[in-house]
């Protein structure tokens, strides 16, 4: 597998010779390489941007929404291609993979018909000579910056955004899984999308950020990954007065009341969080369990996650792979370590498996107190912490204690418990009783440290749009 850039309607390998090599997590062995961009193809995107920006803006939004859809139709035809492309890079079993490559013509198919309807509106005016109007345009040539867990779905949001509302972009994909991002540039690429309206690149991430920012080409900066990687891109693109949307991390809660089945939400509970390896950033991490149900549905949950098959992605019957690179591997054992050595009881996992690749073993931890490192980072892998509260208060109060602030999760039976945690939880997603969130027509985004604006939904398109007032006199 070796990626390519795509700079101004054509593939290149770019004007360097540095590569970066692309591993299986599953082996720890090399698969492919992708060439890092120079500061020479970042100018050259740079000026395909401006250019592609200018006819995409001319077009209509139905013709552009022709384009998209007829890019979504050839990410169905691509479907297996960019799923195995996903698992053989990223590591996720080949079932989610597909789960993801399915949701990339959605994302397309939603945004191309919402494009046509991003309606501006009329003001009554206090003269009747005088026409008021509201004109929704393009903001611009955007820099998106795209993270490894969701190779596909990532950089597909903001495409798909971006596209429909008529900006063109820069995409900086992951280096770790850039087979997929080429598979889904290709299909726009062969739907008939203008040079220089999508541009993909690779290589050393701040370089690119630097260069790409700071351009007056760039009008505005989509990022999804780490809290100070975010902060970092939000501060130079504050330094050259740009607009950012900042999906960043989180720390989910998963608050259990008394009046659940423990082992029916222990069950649904065990899918959520040790999909992708737990290395998603809405995964539940913190589990808050009322006293009075709390001992069955740990011990539920740890049958649960005792029973999980883990394995290489493309092998028939995993439930979970590897994590994505060997550091992920390092920095979870690093938590759970110091959580046992401050009191938490491990009651299933808290260890490497294997001698090869980047496996790690589903993982329990209860009791965890709160100066453990794990109830104050991000795990971002297979690790779930089950700690005890005797009332929602307690259960609401430690959801909202860390500056964390993206999805969160209830149970519950009761409709003032229901209403209670509506009103009271601090995040920008919530959902009870399912796990209802990440579709495209729904709002996705966090507050505080977990960033702000969204991605999805009409929230995601108006991110790409501006507002022109124009009053004018008869």
């Not at 401006?50 to 001319?58: H, S």
């Not at 011990?299 to 019957?317: H, Q």
């Not at 507050?447 to 009409?458: A, K």
């Amino acid at each position: 597998m070796t990626a390519s850039l795509y700079i101004d309607g054509a593939w290149t390998e770019g004007s360097g010779k540095r590569r970066g090599k692309v591993l299986n997590p599953a082996t720890g062995q090399q698969v492919g390489e992708v060439p890092f961009a120079e500061d020479a193809d970042l100018d050259r995107a740079l000026l395909a941007a401006g250019k592609g920006f200018r006819v995409w803006k001319a077009m209509s939004a139905i013709e552009r929404s022709k384009i998209m859809r007829k890019a979504a139709e050839i990410m169905r035809e691509r479907h297996e291609t960019m799923a195995r492309a996903i698992t053989a890079e990223q590591g996720k079993p080949i079932a989610e993979a597909r789960i993801e490559a399915s949701l990339a013509p959605e994302h397309t198919e939603w945004n191309a018909e919402e494009g046509r309807r991003a309606y501006g509106r009329l003001i009554p005016a206090r003269a009747s000579d005088v026409t008021q109007l509201v004109v929704k345009e393009p903001i611009g040539p955007v820099a998106a910056f795209s993270p490894w867990n969701f190779p596909v779905n990532q950089v597909v949001r903001k495409i798909a955004s971006a596209l429909a509302a008529g900006c063109s972009i820069i995409v900086k994909a992951p280096e770790e899984a850039p087979t997929c991002a080429v598979e889904l540039v290709r299909c726009f690429e062969e739907a008939g999308a203008p040079a220089g309206v999508l541009n993909l690149v690779f290589g050393v991430p701040a370089e690119i950020s630097e260069r790409l920012i700071s351009s007056s080409v760039i009008q505005k900066v989509s990022f999804t990954g780490s809290v100070p990687v975010g902060r970092h891109l939000g501060a130079l693109a504050a330094k050259h007065l740009k607009p950012t949307t900042m999906e960043l991390g989180g720390h989910a809660p998963f608050i259990v009341t008394e009046d659940v089945d423990p082992i029916a939400v222990a069950a649904a509970a065990t899918a959520s969080k040790f999909r992708n390896a737990g290395q998603v950033c809405i995964s539940p991490t913190r589990f808050l369990v009322h006293d009075k149900v709390f001992d069955r549905f740990l011990e539920a949950f740890v049958e649960k996650a005792e029973a999980i098959k883990v394995g290489d992605g493309m092998a028939e019957g995993t439930q979970m792979g590897p994590l994505a690179q060997a550091r992920r591997v390092d920095s979870v054992d690093e938590l759970v370590q110091d959580a046992a050595a401050k009191g938490a009881t491990v009651h299933v996992g808290g260890r490497r498996i294997g001698n090869h690749g980047f496996f790690y073993a589903p993982t329990i931890v209860a009791n965890a107190p709160l100066p453990s490192r794990i109830m104050n980072e991000e795990p971002f892998g297979p690790v779930a912490i089950v700690n005890r509260v005797t009332s929602l208060d307690e259960a609401l109060t430690e959801a909202n204690r860390l500056p964390f602030a993206l999805a969160s999760y209830a149970f519950t039976n009761s409709l003032s418990h229901a209403d209670r945690i509506t009103d009271d939880i601090e995040a920008g997603m919530l959902t009870i009783n399912h796990f209802g969130l990440g579709v495209p027509e729904t709002p996705f985004g966090g507050f505080r440290d977990s960033g702000h604006g969204s991605e999805g939904g009409v929230e995601g398109l108006s991110a790409y749009l501006r507002n022109k007032f124009v009053s004018r006199k008869r």
